[in-house]
């Protein structure tokens, strides 16, 4: 019996979405070929992406390098960016008006994830199509469907955008205090010069308290401030600025933080 009401509800749940695939039935066309937008990546200097359960990103390229403006004000991942522009390059497999449709369905309505490049009209992100698993996009009241590798990007912590890197590109450390108990060595300014986390995370503080604190002054008179948050079994550190938290790889533990 039971066998047989888990067989039905399968089918049933087959038929449904067999329906919905029936009913939006594209008209491919001359759509074959047509990119989800006209912009090159060279063109695009500010990236908007709304979340309704997390702070809104804004992103903004400054003589060729991109920076986050908002919610915080810091240097952004190349690799981050690079996965977005992805977006502009996705063709649209299918079509549709979305005049009279239902867009709660599609996971169009209320909005919960879109993205904004320069002024163009935005994209909002739906759920996946049952059937192709594609993604639809509301975009200029038309309802898209794509393939596309961005979506858990734009849902990820406000911290995966930031650079991986502790110093700033372009910037020369000129002096680090380390806290008490830890002397410099020879090489650790150089170190903390070229170090890079594996991942950056969202930090709560009140959960992983700091243990001390790293003091680095750049030439420009800037100063970066990561508090240790763990030595073991990894490294770990954040950035109160930032609220933000970077694991560091294993063997980059004793060349930022010489023996005591």
């Given at each position: 019996?039971?066998?047989?009401?888990?067989?039905?509800?399968?089918?049933?749940?087959?038929?449904?979405?067999?329906?919905?695939?029936?009913?939006?039935?594209?008209?491919?066309?001359?759509?074959?070929?047509?990119?989800?937008?006209?912009l090159?990546?060279?063109?695009?200097?500010?990236?908007?992406?709304?979340?309704?359960?997390?702070?809104?990103?804004?992103?903004?390229?400054?003589?060729?390098?991109?920076?986050?403006?908002?919610?915080?004000?810091?240097?952004?991942?190349?690799?981050?960016?690079?996965?977005?522009?992805?977006?502009?390059?996705?063709?649209?497999?299918?079509?549709?008006?979305?005049?009279?449709?239902?867009?709660?369905?599609?996971?169009?309505?209320?909005?919960?994830?879109?993205?904004?490049?320069?002024?163009?009209?935005?994209?909002?992100f739906?759920?996946?199509?049952?059937?192709?698993?594609?993604?639809?996009?509301l975009?200029?009241?038309?309802?898209?469907?794509?393939?596309?590798?961005?979506?858990?990007?734009?849902?990820?912590?406000?911290?995966?955008?930031?650079?991986?890197?502790?110093?700033?590109?372009?910037?020369?450390?000129?002096?680090?205090?380390?806290?008490?108990?830890?002397?410099?060595?020879?090489?650790?300014?150089?170190?903390?010069?070229?170090?890079?986390?594996?991942?950056?995370?969202?930090?709560?503080?009140?959960?992983?308290?700091?243990?001390?604190?790293?003091?680095?002054?750049?030439?420009?008179?800037?100063?970066?401030?990561?508090?240790?948050?763990?030595?073991?079994?990894?490294?770990?550190?954040?950035?109160?600025?930032?609220?933000?938290?970077?694991?560091?790889?294993?063997?980059?533990?004793?060349?930022?933080?010489?023996?005591?």
């Amino acid at each position: 019996m039971k066998n047989r009401l888990l067989l039905n509800g399968l089918l049933l749940l087959f038929l449904v979405a067999l329906s919905l695939f029936i009913w939006l039935k594209p008209n491919t066309g001359d759509k074959k070929n047509q990119l989800i937008s006209q912009l090159t990546t060279d063109a695009v200097h500010t990236i908007n992406i709304h979340r309704a359960d997390k702070p809104d990103i804004q992103l903004t390229k400054k003589d060729k390098k991109w920076e986050m403006t908002a919610p915080y004000s810091a240097e952004v991942a190349a690799s981050k960016i690079s996965l977005l522009l992805t977006l502009l390059s996705e063709p649209i497999k299918s079509e549709y008006s979305a005049q009279g449709k239902d867009l709660t369905q599609f996971g169009l309505d209320p909005e919960q994830t879109s993205i904004q490049f320069n002024t163009e009209s935005k994209m909002i992100f739906g759920i996946s199509h049952p059937v192709s698993y594609d993604r639809y996009v509301l975009k200029d009241n038309k309802i898209l469907l794509i393939s596309e590798t961005v979506a858990g990007a734009m849902k990820a912590d406000v911290a995966s955008f930031f650079s991986t890197q502790l110093v700033p590109k372009g910037s020369q450390i000129r002096n680090i205090t380390l806290p008490e108990n830890y002397k410099l060595a020879d090489d650790t300014i150089a170190n903390w010069q070229l170090g890079s986390a594996i991942q950056v995370f969202d930090w709560d503080k009140e959960k992983q308290p700091s243990q001390g604190s790293v003091k680095i002054e750049l030439g420009n008179g800037e100063q970066i401030i990561y508090e240790i948050i763990e030595t073991s079994p990894e490294l770990l550190l954040g950035n109160s600025k930032l609220n933000a938290k970077y694991q560091m790889a294993e063997e980059n533990t004793q060349g930022l933080l010489p023996p005591r």
